[in-house]
């Protein structure tokens, strides 16, 4: 708890079956107008989502063609996050002044971000208690020479987060392999590094393949380890159109989240004055981490319906014409046990068996996750099950069909398209080293959890982060902040305050940056972006208002001139022209990244235009040349006795690292958010009452002790074995060094836990 919040005010009340409605249209308006004027809150929302406005920030998922498009084209959560970035609060010198660092250290998540926008540069210098002020050309000159005294390029980290546009990630990494490096680690690498590395093994892409008229005209689609009603409420839109045309959906969760069970439209007659649509027509209780058994069993499931009545099930021609390691895969999957599988899953067999016929009446399916899957020690292995039971009817390049990860940030997926990816593909390097007449380093660089461990190993001296809150996003806390805390320099490039400027380096700067609301005014006049969102869509974006302070600088701005101090004249890279026409940038990915061909007029055209997919063309780049089954040892995730595997996850009122208020209403948890939700079985077995007090302690196989004190137990209806508690609380539970295999995503789904009552 920060030292602003005082005593938490917990009321618990039964979780909601439905999600948005009325309720959510006024919590959307009440916290925008407690941010924003109700003219500059009009202005803003009218422009969220369209064709010539600006994209928002809050999630990834796609806003489909621009002549469909709702006049209010916005959830709660995204209002709620633009009305954040766009407030009247500012954060001044003033401030700075008034506060130390050891005294922001002590404030919440939640009280820091509340402060508002960030004004003017600042610096923390060695030694000192304060930030104070410094002058953009003085910041500047400090990275850069900081960066050349270092004894290696390696010792730098170039961090992203998913707000970072296209050209400006495109300039970042340009500018890291320039200097010398392919240290970019990146949030990719906490969430859906799992997605990319799976799919690329698989299907040779490591993307989804559908578009929002697949979702809409799809037979059935699974939503699995995923929350949309809090984490992409728009995504609940999609899939009522996909009820009401027909298509059926099953939702795979240990909690059962609102906006699985129910939506409400708040823009529909039904949704207002109805009971709106039911969304899951089969909610499957899984037990965290059972996923990857449920799919082998409904792969199981489809084999033998296939020995039952040969050639009326699986698609043969697909499989020879399109796949390769059936045979291998199926005979690992003929040796499933349904004891193991009912104790994986926790699942009973006749409601797996009901999943299975819904499956055999589709004859379209897609497949939905986020990072319910992926932040498993087995989250690719998961994924590729996935992909195996897609492809065992044909589930692929068709209308209506086809793998569908979920991203949260509005614009990862176009960060790792830009070249954010720490072992970017040797074509990739060879094209930007021929457009731009250097050769960039081939060496693999650090992704995020590498660059925590360079970093607390002294092989790593300067961070420098574009966007996100890294240390609040990232695993082991008090690892990470001792590990940020030992950089000589540590560069925030920030729209507002968070915990990641507290904890520093023995220098530090907070860079003041453009928000994606703000207007962009270069020397070549008035400036767009472009962003590519979970459907391989890539548009423009348009920010309407006045920025937050005439003191800050866009991200393209800032890259640029840090790049020219750093490199000077070698190579010779227009970064100044870059600086003044955006459109320069475009017409350099055009020559470097495959699928953007004729970019500025491809974007100018409304609602942008569609990356290919190879997948749906059947062009699989696997290492055979065709789509591949793979055979996946069988997991059982279980906690020792008197122990629980929790999740970490978000609630309703919060965006990524950054509560906006202490409650989560569909979960019926007002006014605190230091509790943890167990089944009423579990509290019975371990013998501790609903509203008890604990401490949560993670146990991991190095031996040191992880805590988190003070949490308050909250009887909830989630599946016997596994807990829930909100992160980024919760991350100091997350061991450095417990990952995904195959990724090295911190396994955030997957912490063993036991519950220790306090007094």
């Known amino acids: 708890m920060g030292a602003d919040e005082g005593a938490d005010r917990l009321s618990v009340r039964p979780p909601k079956g439905w999600a948005a409605g009325v309720p959510g249209v006024a919590h959307a308006l009440e916290y925008a107008l407690g941010q924003m004027s109700p003219a500059t809150t009009a202005r803003t929302l009218l422009a969220l989502n369209q064709a010539d406005g600006l994209d928002c920030p809050g999630c990834a998922w796609p806003e489909g063609s621009p002549d469909k498009r709702h006049i209010n084209e916005y959830c709660e959560n995204g209002t709620k996050h633009i009305a954040d970035e766009a407030t009247r609060r500012r954060v001044t010198p003033e401030f700075f002044a008034e506060h130390s660092v050891a005294d922001l250290d002590g404030r919440s998540d939640q009280w820091l971000n509340q402060r508002g926008r960030l004004t003017e540069p600042m610096i923390k210098r060695p030694g000192a208690t304060h930030y104070a002020p410094v002058g953009w050309a003085e910041a500047l000159a400090l990275v850069a020479a900081e960066l050349r005294a270092l004894d290696s390029p390696d010792e730098a980290l170039f961090y992203t987060s998913g707000r970072l546009n296209n050209e400006a990630a495109f300039l970042l990494?340009?500018?890291?392999?320039?200097?010398?490096?392919?240290?970019?680690?990146?949030?990719?690498?906490?969430?859906?590094?799992?997605?990319?590395?799976?799919?690329?093994?698989?299907?040779?892409?490591?993307?989804?393949?559908?578009?929002?008229?697949?979702?809409?005209?799809?037979?059935?689609?699974?939503?699995?380890?995923?929350?949309?009603?809090?984490?992409?409420?728009?995504?609940?839109?999609?899939?009522?159109?996909?009820?009401?045309?027909?298509?059926?959906?099953?939702?795979?969760?240990?909690?059962?989240?609102?906006?699985?069970m129910r939506f409400k439209h708040p823009q529909k007659a039904r949704g207002v004055l109805g009971r709106g649509t039911a969304?899951?027509?089969?909610?499957?209780?899984?037990?965290?981490?059972?996923?990857?058994?449920?799919?082998?069993?409904?792969?199981?499931?489809?084999?033998?319906?296939?020995?039952?009545?040969?050639?009326?099930?699986?698609?043969?021609?697909?499989?020879?014409?399109?796949?390769?390691?059936?045979t291998e895969f199926a005979e690992g999957i003929r040796k499933l046990s349904w004891d193991d599988v009912l104790a994986a899953t926790g699942v009973p067999r006749d409601q797996i068996e009901r999943v299975s016929a819904m499956v055999l009446q589709a004859k379209s399916v897609i497949v939905c996750w986020a990072m319910g899957i992926t932040q498993h020690r087995h989250g690719v292995a998961t994924i590729r099950e996935m992909v195996n039971f897609l492809l065992l009817r044909g589930n692929l390049g068709r209308p209506g069909a086809g793998v569908c990860p979920v991203r949260g940030h509005s614009n990862v997926q176009g960060d790792r398209t830009?070249?954010?990816?720490?072992?970017?593909?040797?074509?990739?390097?060879?094209?930007?080293?021929?457009?731009?007449?250097?050769?960039?380093?081939?060496?693999?660089?650090?992704?995020?959890?590498?660059?925590?461990?360079?970093?607390?190993?002294?092989?790593?001296?300067?961070?420098?982060?574009?966007?996100?809150?890294?240390?609040?996003?990232?695993?082991?806390?008090?690892?990470?902040?001792?590990?940020?805390?030992?950089?000589?320099?540590?560069?925030?490039?920030?729209?507002?305050?968070?915990?990641?400027?507290?904890?520093?380096?023995?220098?530090?700067?907070?860079?003041?940056?453009?928000?994606?609301?703000?207007?962009?005014?270069?020397?070549?006049?008035?400036?767009f972006f472009t962003v590519e969102d979970s459907m391989s869509e890539v548009h423009a974006s348009r920010g309407r208002l006045a920025p937050a302070s005439p003191h800050l600088l866009s991200e393209v701005a800032?890259?640029?001139?840090?790049?020219?101090?750093?490199?000077?004249?070698?190579?010779?890279?227009?970064?100044?022209?870059?600086?003044?026409?955006?459109?320069?940038?475009?017409?350099?990915i055009a020559r470097v990244v495959p699928g953007f061909a004729d970019f500025n007029a491809r974007v100018a055209v409304p609602g942008g235009f569609v990356l290919p997919n190879p997948v749906n063309s059947y062009e699989f780049r696997t290492s055979t040349g065709k789509a591949l089954f793979t055979r996946n040892a069988f997991v059982d995730l279980r906690a020792p006795e008197g122990h629980l595997i929790l999740q970490t996850l978000r609630s309703h009122d919060q965006?990524?690292?950054?509560?906006?208020?202490?409650?989560?209403?569909?979960?019926?948890?007002?006014?605190?958010?230091?509790?943890?939700?167990?089944?009423?079985?579990?509290?019975?077995?371990?013998?501790?009452?609903?509203?008890?007090?604990?401490?949560?302690?993670?146990?991991?196989?190095?031996?040191?002790?992880?805590?988190?004190?003070?949490?308050?137990?909250?009887?909830?209806?989630?599946?016997?074995?596994?807990?829930?508690?909100?992160?980024?609380?919760?991350?100091?539970?997350?061991?450095?060094?417990s990952v995904a295999e195959g990724s090295n995503t911190p396994t955030s789904k997957d912490v063993v836990v036991r519950l220790e009552p306090v007094g």
């Open 418 to 527: 830009m070249g954010i990816n720490e072992k970017p593909p040797r074509a990739f390097l060879d094209a930007l080293g021929a457009e731009f007449g250097f050769t960039p380093p081939h060496e693999h660089g650090m992704d995020t959890v590498e660059a925590i461990r360079a970093m607390r190993d002294g092989r790593a001296k300067v961070f420098l982060g574009v966007g996100g809150n890294f240390v609040r996003a990232t695993p082991d806390s008090a690892v990470t902040e001792a590990a940020l805390r030992s950089c000589r320099l540590t560069v925030q490039i920030s729209t507002k305050l968070n915990r990641s400027h507290t904890v520093c380096g023995d220098t530090a700067l907070i860079l003041p940056t453009l928000g994606r609301s703000d207007r962009d005014v270069q020397a070549g006049g008035v400036q």
């Open 173 to 260: 990494q340009l500018f890291a392999r320039a200097y010398g490096t392919n240290n970019l680690p990146d949030c990719s690498n906490m969430c859906h590094e799992s997605s990319g590395t799976a799919l690329i093994q698989t299907l040779g892409v490591g993307k989804g393949s559908v578009s929002l008229d697949d979702i809409h005209g799809a037979d059935l689609v699974f939503v699995v380890g995923q929350n949309p009603g809090t984490n992409h409420p728009r995504m609940l839109s999609a899939l009522e159109q996909t009820k009401r045309n027909g298509g059926r959906v099953v939702a795979v969760n240990p909690l059962p989240e609102a906006g699985l």
């Open 655 to 737: 965006w990524n690292t950054i509560p906006y208020t202490s409650n989560d209403r569909y979960r019926g948890i007002k006014g605190s958010r230091r509790v943890v939700l167990v089944s009423p079985d579990d509290l019975a077995a371990l013998g501790i009452a609903d509203g008890s007090l604990v401490d949560l302690v993670g146990v991991w196989t190095d031996g040191v002790e992880r805590r988190a004190p003070g949490f308050t137990v909250v009887s909830y209806p989630t599946t016997p074995g596994s807990a829930a508690s909100y992160y980024p609380e919760t991350n100091v539970l997350v061991p450095l060094d």
């Open 558 to 588: 800032i890259i640029g001139r840090l790049a020219r101090l750093t490199l000077g004249d070698e190579p010779a890279i227009p970064w100044a022209d870059f600086e003044s026409d955006y459109s320069l940038i475009r017409d350099r």
């Open 279 to 326: 969304i899951a027509d089969e909610f499957v209780p899984i037990r965290a981490g059972g996923d990857l058994a449920l799919f082998q069993a409904l792969n199981l499931l489809l084999l033998e319906a296939e020995d039952a009545a040969p050639g009326t099930v699986l698609d043969a021609a697909f499989i020879e014409a399109h796949t390769s390691g059936f």
